[in-house]
């Protein structure tokens, strides 16, 4: 069997630049939950089912244009939107009491 280490690390590289770029993006999106934190009136309004419903049905869509499977990629966006949920309730706690 050929050696398939530089094929692999050639891919990890690849993957360690991508992440380097995802973990930037990440960051910026988390600031933008945060700021929504305050203008809730409350814990339901924080994790706002319907916006996620919206969120999920666009990135499903995008999913699709460009090549990805759809499903997938909202397994990984209900994922992410569940922690930044838990992270705007703390948020929301820390600014209001509530
Ligand atoms: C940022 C918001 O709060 C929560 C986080 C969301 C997200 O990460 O996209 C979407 C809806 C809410 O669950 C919002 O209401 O827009």
């Known amino acids: 069997m050929a050696d398939t280490e530089p094929a692999l690390a050639g891919?990890?590289?690849a993957i360690d630049e991508l992440d380097a770029e995802i973990v930037g993006l990440l960051a910026r999106r988390a600031?933008?939950?945060?700021?929504?934190a305050p203008l809730k009136s409350d814990?339901?309004?924080?994790?706002?089912p319907e916006r996620v419903a919206q969120v999920v049905a666009r990135v499903?869509?995008?999913?699709?244009?460009a090549g990805?499977?759809?499903?997938?990629i909202e397994r990984i966006y209900r994922g992410m939107i569940q922690a930044f949920i838990d992270m705007e309730t703390v948020e929301h706690h820390r600014v209001s009491g509530d």
């Open 11 to 13: 891919i990890r590289t």
């Open 31 to 36: 600031d933008l939950v945060r700021q929504a």
């Open 43 to 48: 814990r339901q309004a924080v994790r706002a």
């Open 60 to 65: 499903r869509a995008l999913a699709g244009a």
């Open 68 to 72: 990805a499977d759809p499903d997938l």
